[in-house]
């Protein structure tokens, strides 16, 4: 927890050989952060290998050097250095985790808020916007100029967990970060497009049908949409194509508390929950369902259960938390 | 066309009472600009009445200062200086263009390419992502520090015409001035939150419905979409509650061209037409029908015709346009 930037950077610069490794389903911002740290130590001269559990999903292909990653662990005493990035919990780093671990020094580089701290130096910081944006400090710190290949990852990465500026997270800091990764030649409309103009028209097919669900409860104050194994199967699309689907009822200007249910492939109903404001912490409510996140987004997920059960149990929860505050004036004034 | 900014901070320095006015249907950016200027020019101790045509959308209500818009022109003698913002053509200053443009001097503040010069001093940088940033700058050749609810209506001026930073028009600086902005105390997720998550839930029906209308032409490079009056009425919605529809179909990753028509109150059909990439312009689509625009985001508007007569001419345009180019290896690879 105490570690500073500079412990880290020493540590990259003793090391020869690097493990790098992120949480697993890893979004923009994990893969970002990867690909460029990865880039980064090879212009260092290091070696790397970069791990990831699964494929790198589609939606991510776009990332330079996103096709060049590992699911290949091997021996591990290759490695004098693994770097766990975005990862707040070592259970996050998937089914290798122990074996990651058993490299020494094992660094951590991340910015979620409530982590279980591992690994034997880590540099937590949950004021910053993302883990890409604590890569580019470390760029920094090293002496390294980014390649455009680089730039272009943190930029995503960036872009990724701030909904592109959006979230409360970003920071007078961010967008200077961001406008020194514009100059090292990021267009950021190709960034913006390749992540957020990415429907297939079944995708959108799918949304059509998902908005058709809509149910709105407590004046207005919540807003729950689903996605049925029906749907998935009618249109064509898969789990992965509802992303940033929470985001419609979360638009509503009434909505305080969003929630997406979702039946996906291995009988198991998966749900994103989404709140405004400060006096409405849905990682309280995920919680209680055995899951987890922050305060404004969270998420968990019920494995042989009906969709309609999930629904009425999460409904009377949610009931709870508007009745408690979550709806106050305060909340209602942002 | 070659006044610099300078002589536009020294003629606002001369003058005592500002007439400000901007375009009709006045945007984030057109009011942001204009409250802001407004509020800077107050501070320096003149006299500032701002100009609107029409009452303030309630879309744009939550901008400091929205309420104190004058919708009376009166007489204009007794102004000895007018500012015209983000208003690239005299007729969209709206009925009253002439006896503004009789104050001398008439300043113009714009960043609209292919713009109609007009008025005695034209700033006018098409390089600028918004009019935001130029009002921006020139507060700081005023020497003026701004207030909360001027850096407030600059970022959203900003936000609002670079769709959060997602536009080609973001530049480096445009990402310096944003974070100089949250520096003087913008928070940035309240501005996205009014801008983007104002969704009342007759606007959500009224996009089941429009996306409903999703029609795809020239192997999924055309993608159309409608709204009727019919549509209007059923939901309880009108014109001003389509603003951001025309990116759904945009998002569709094999579209090239992008377009929207509807039919508004006044047996008029409305169309707004987006494209990608440099090879892709629909502003000279929107020429062929009277409108103008930009080369990625233009629009145009038929009286007297039914939306299937535009919808056929349209199509015919917008083939034409595939064929020349638009769909070509340069375009797609974007």
Not at 37 to 64: A, N, Q
Not at 85 to 114: E, N, Q, S, W, Y
Not at 144 to 157: I, T
Not at 254 to 283: I, P, Y
């Amino acid at each position: 927890m105490n570690t500073v930037p500079e412990d880290i950077a020493l540590a990259v610069e003793k090391g020869r050989s690097f493990l790098l490794a992120t949480h697993i389903y890893p979004d923009g911002d994990a893969l970002g952060s990867l690909l460029a740290l990865g880039d980064i130590l090879k212009v260092m001269g290091k070696d790397v290998f970069l791990y990831t559990e699964e494929p790198v999903s589609h939606l991510y292909e776009f990332l330079p050097g996103s096709d060049g990653l590992g699911e290949r662990l091997g021996d591990v005493a290759r490695f004098d250095c693994a770097i766990a990035l975005d990862c707040g919990d070592r259970f996050r780093l998937g089914r290798r985790a122990d074996r990651i671990l058993t490299v020494k020094p094992t660094l951590m580089i991340d910015h979620h808020a409530g982590h279980k701290l591992f690994g034997d130096l880590q540099w937590v910081e949950p004021g910053r916007s993302s883990t890409g944006e604590m890569v580019f400090e470390l760029s920094r710190r090293l002496g390294v100029g980014l390649s455009r290949d680089a730039a272009f990852c943190l930029y995503a990465a960036i872009v990724s967990d701030t909904g592109s500026f959006k979230y409360s997270c970003t920071s007078p800091r961010t967008m200077r970060i961001a406008a020194d990764l514009l100059d090292a030649g990021v267009d950021p409309a190709e960034v913006a497009g390749k992540l957020f103009d990415n429907f297939t028209l079944n995708r959108l097919r799918l949304l059509k049908r998902v908005l058709e669900t809509l149910e709105m409860h407590a004046d207005g104050g919540i807003a729950i949409i689903l996605a049925t194994r029906a749907m998935f199967a009618d249109t064509g699309t898969r789990g992965a194509d509802t992303e940033n689907f929470i985001n419609y009822p979360r638009s509503l200007a009434t909505v305080r508390v969003a929630a997406f249910l979702k039946e996906t492939d291995e009988s198991l109903v998966s749900v994103s929950l989404r709140s405004k404001g400060e006096h409405c912490n849905v990682a309280r409510i995920a919680a209680l369902f055995g899951g987890g996140g922050h305060r404004n987004a969270a998420g968990f997920k019920c494995p042989n259960i009906s969709l309609e059960e999930v629904r009425v149990g999460l409904l009377v929860r949610l009931r709870e938390l508007m009745a408690t505050g979550c709806g106050g004036d305060e909340a209602q004034g942002r």
